[in-house]
């Protein structure tokens, strides 16, 4: 018989303490609760959990402990007309459940909470009473115990940071110097071969798609496929157990946190793409399998006048109520689970204008911000918004608050315009130099902008050089799904070709774009892949492709290799040249006395822009001076940093042109550093004076770097005479 004590209210959850485990689950409008176990055969043992203190059901079980199964059943009233979908009969999730074993087997019972009906719309009014248990996860007790050794958090700095976007299974399922038990999984992340290959690419921080815990929409399941992406979560401080090889009876947290410990020794960042605007729920016809059965209105937001159905602002059927103060705390909790247990570093908050919405408009001061603001330990951490969503008014790049940076899609598709001829050169300058016009009025500085040419939403880079329209068919929906907003250029063939013309000009263009992403002022990040121009055939959206269009090809040809080769070369530039990642907006004009400005623009004939220029979109021609002798921060020890001198020539043209270098009151001699068009080249390769005509072929750019010893005396008269 299992002894029942009344418990604490918090903390919310399971939590073993070495004796027993204290059950509590928060539900405002619930009349009773029924704490559910399971044992090894699945029999099922409920418990009535009798004392609610501020909402919170709870009870403590001695004897219960790690590997312990369990879930809820909450009774209340079925009313979905005013927002109520309490049905007993359907096995619950724990919003707080630290692991969660199994998936949804729509086969094996009923997970609606009414009886599916195509013909009758209003079939969820009526609850259904069939058992949804032997369809259902389970949540798992864990021992949270963790050897962490000496890990620390690297805390790098937004200045040095460079992020790799990537995905748990996708990055290492096809990598044959991996254990093949273990590929794909947390353990394969933190093999020596994946963080070899991380370390020696020069990234400081892993942006991990979805690892919250995820549960596959119906749909999917009966076509055949899965939510690869894990945008569908249920389980907000459950590591998802798909991605563990060691079990996932609690194994995979442990796992988890194996993996981050293993990153941090190689000094690697764990940012987690988190997804707090949405659950696995769907809207009013889904499945019941957590928050809408503990306390559907609290939970979601609800529409005012009809409480039957829910608010959107996500284009998947619900939207979270962060201005329910339970729903707050639970963000917060993970939040907080993550960085203080986990040890992660940073979080990338999805649709993250869905948070910021108190009522229906988007607030940059609501309780989301001011929470996290003032909180000691998620204030401290790396956070990254995607500043919008799907609801009205829901585009909010630029308009995010001090600590928080943001994936800049401005940045993406004036940058993709350019290198395709059709993006005015202001526009590439202000996105080229941190989006001042966009951060710095409220006080942020250029790391307030996450650049990225590609994201995981998208084609790939190869893709995008290579595709003029998404090929989706492989997702079942007729090519309907994924955006028709590309701004990407075959250049001359679409899909593959023999064409060696074509091909060339194609990496070029992949050369092009990852120059500018990591040339920029801003926190550059790479897609993962397109360090080698990984394809998925031109599939734009492939959520739900968990085959080899999404995993990583390690097999690569020539071509991949060099790419691969000018993309750590590109990463080692920046990461040793404080000029290319400054930690202020550039203004222009001269600050620290070396008698030039910070940064100049200049035409394709030498001399300075003008207003004129500016305003004419032209034919995608620059030239910049960025001056390492301008750098406004110092060191940490309080000394002042200077840097080499560079030039960046840009001919986004379809011919090739001569531009003339500016005159030697910017440098007298000047040698090449890198050109898209002949990456073979080493620095040094090819010297010009002041004023030289320089070869610039079409569709290319070439980076010169001053010559020691060859800056010039004056100079702050002679470049306003230059000007």
């Known amino acids: 018989m299992t002894l029942v004590w009344r418990g604490q209210p918090f903390p919310l959850g399971a939590r073993w303490d070495g004796q027993g485990t204290n059950f509590s689950l928060f539900s405002e409008r619930a009349e009773s609760v029924e704490l559910c176990l399971f044992d090894e055969d699945d029999n099922e043992t409920r418990i009535a959990v009798q004392h609610q203190t501020a909402h919170n059901w709870h009870v403590y079980l001695p004897g219960v402990g790690p590997r312990q199964r369990y879930g809820y059943r909450v009774h209340g009233p079925y009313q979905p007309e005013h927002g109520l979908r309490f049905n007993a009969a359907k096995l619950l999730l724990d919003p707080y459940a630290k692991a969660i074993v199994g998936a949804v087997r729509p086969d094996a019972a009923n997970v609606l909470p009414y009886v599916p009906d195509p013909d009758n719309p209003d079939a969820d009014l009526e609850p259904d009473d069939e058992d949804s248990a032997p369809a259902m996860p389970r949540c798992v007790v864990v021992d949270e115990s963790f050897d962490w050794e000496d890990d620390r958090h690297p805390r790098r700095r937004w200045a040095e940071t460079v992020i790799y976007e990537t995905h748990v299974k996708g990055f290492t399922k096809c990598r044959e110097d991996a254990r093949q038990d273990l590929r794909g999984t947390y353990a394969a992340m933190a093999s020596e071969p994946a963080i070899a290959y991380l370390r020696d690419l020069g990234v400081t921080a892993v942006e991990l798609l979805p690892v919250h815990h995820i549960i596959d929409e119906s749909f999917l399941v009966d076509r055949g496929l899965s939510n690869y992406w894990g945008y569908s979560s249920v389980g907000y401080l459950a590591p998802h157990g798909g991605y563990a090889a060691t079990g996932a009876l609690g194994e995979q947290v442990r796992e988890f946190k194996g993996m981050v410990k293993a990153l941090h020794r190689a000094g690697i960042e764990v940012i987690l793409d988190v997804v707090y605007n949405h659950t696995a729920e769907g809207n009013h016809l889904g499945p019941m399998l957590c928050f809408r059965g503990v306390d559907n209105p609290a939970y979601y937001r609800l529409m005012p006048d009809d409480p039957r159905h829910y608010m959107d602002f996500t284009g998947t059927g619900n939207s979270l109520n962060p201005v329910q103060p339970a729903v707050l705390r639970l963000i917060m909790d993970s939040l907080r689970y993550w960085v203080i247990d986990c040890h992660v570093d940073g979080f990338r908050f999805d649709l993250a204008a869905a948070l910021a919405r108190e009522f229906f408009d988007v607030d940059r001061l609501s309780a989301f911000f001011d929470v996290i603001y003032q909180d000691p330990v998620l204030s401290q951490v790396k956070l990254i918004a995607e500043p919008w969503d799907v609801g009205p008014g829901g585009y909010q790049v630029g308009n995010f608050p001090v600590l928080w940076s943001e994936w800049n899609g401005m940045y993406r598709d004036t940058m993709r315009d350019f290198w395709r001829g059709d993006a005015s050169v202001a526009e590439f300058a202000s996105r080229f130099t941190g989006s001042s016009d966009l951060y710095q009025s409220d006080g942020r500085r250029p790391f307030a902008s996450i650049n990225f040419i590609t994201a995981h939403d998208g084609f790939t880079l190869r893709d995008l050089v290579s595709y003029n329209e998404k090929r989706n068919e492989a997702n079942g929906e007729s090519g309907r799904d994924g955006t028709d907003d590309n701004r990407s250029w075959n250049c001359g063939a679409e899909g593959p070709t023999d064409d060696p013309q074509i091909a060339e000009l194609r990496e070029r263009q992949q050369r092009n774009f990852l120059a500018t992403l990591f040339l920029s002022q801003g926190v550059p990040m790479l897609l993962g892949g397109d360090e080698f121009g990984r394809t998925q055939d031109g599939n734009n959206n492939a959520w739900c492709q968990d085959n080899r269009i999404s995993w990583y090809g390690w097999e690569r040809e020539e071509w991949q290799r060099r790419l691969l080769a000018f993309t750590q070369r590109l990463i080692a530039l920046r990461r040793d040249h404080p000029v290319f990642r400054r930690t202020h907006f550039l203004v222009g004009r001269e600050q620290a006395g070396s008698g030039l400005p910070d940064v100049w623009w200049f035409r394709a004939d030498g001399r300075g822009m003008t207003q004129r220029d500016w305003a004419d979109s032209g034919k995608g021609t620059l030239g910049v001076f960025l001056n390492g002798g301008e ?93």
Do not use: Y
């Open 631 to 723: 750098i406004t921060e110092t060191t940490r020890d309080g000394q002042p940093i200077v840097d080499d001198c560079f030039l960046l020539l840009f001919n986004a043209h379809f011919e090739d042109l001569r531009m003339r270098l500016p005159n030697q009151s910017f440098g007298r001699a000047w040698a090449l550093e890198l050109s898209t068009l002949e990456p073979e080249l080493e620095p040094g390769a090819a010297r010009f004076a002041a004023r030289a005509a320089v070869p610039v072929a079409a569709r290319s750019l070439v980076l010169l770097k001053r010559v020691a010893g060859a800056a010039t005396q004056g100079g702050r008269a002679a470049a306003n005479r230059a000007a």
